[in-house]
């Protein structure tokens, strides 16, 4: 992310809850497949989809909020409805690099679910429907998953400083996976572990 401008000034954004896009935004990130080719089970799969194309899984709108002495970020993924084989879309998924930061997350639209897990192996989902709010403390990876046939966005809040670390996750995805078995979304021991 750019270095985010100080302002010590009150600051409004404005949220369209029918498309989960809120302006202005200060950055845009595009999620493909090849971003995050390493984070689903069937490798077989990604790879036949990856050689003919590569498609956009989820973006994230940000404002961070940078004062003289504080550092709000606000961002919105908008994850789009779909599967890599029979595992739902999500997002990356990450442990903060800071070890004392927690953040909020708010599902706006869509159903799913939210997966933490501690590095330890304890592993919690949280099921996900419009008005879930979920506090995601210190040292829990998070990641979302959409299981519903139209695109799941969520408001997240937490600090800048906190800092993104994709790497355990990118090696050893979390302890379970979502995947649709006869028409329903249900969780099962990651295969890769
Ligand atoms: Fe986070």
Redesign the pocket.
């Known amino acids: 992310m750019q270095a985010a401008p100080v302002s010590d000034l009150p600051i409004s954004v404005q949220f369209d809850f029918a498309t989960g896009i809120f302006e202005p935004w200060l950055e845009l990130q595009d999620r493909r497949l090849s971003n995050l080719k390493e984070m689903f089970y069937d490798q077989e799969r990604v790879r036949n989809i990856l050689s003919e194309g590569d498609p956009v899984i989820y973006e994230i709108r940000y404002h961070p909020f940078q004062t003289s002495t504080s550092d709000m970020s606000l961002g919105v993924t908008r994850i789009y409805p779909g599967k890599i084989g029979d595992e739902y879309h999500m997002t990356k998924g ?1 442990f ?1 690099e800071r070890l004392d930061q927690p ?1 909020i997350y708010f599902c706006i639209h869509g159903e799913g679910y939210l997966l933490m897990e501690t590095r330890e192996g304890d592993f919690r989902a949280a099921p996900w429907k419009p008005g879930t709010i979920t506090h ?1 403390p210190p040292m829990w990876a ?1 990641r979302v998953v959409n299981t519903g046939k139209d695109t799941l966005f969520f408001v ?1 809040s ?1 600090h800048l400083a ?1 800092g ?1 670390d994709y790497d355990a996750v990118t090696r050893r995805g979390f302890a379970q996976v979502v995947v649709e078995r006869e028409g329903k979304a249900v969780l099962m021991p990651n295969p890769r572990r």
């Open positions: 990450h903060h953040e995601i998070h997240a937490y906190a993104h």
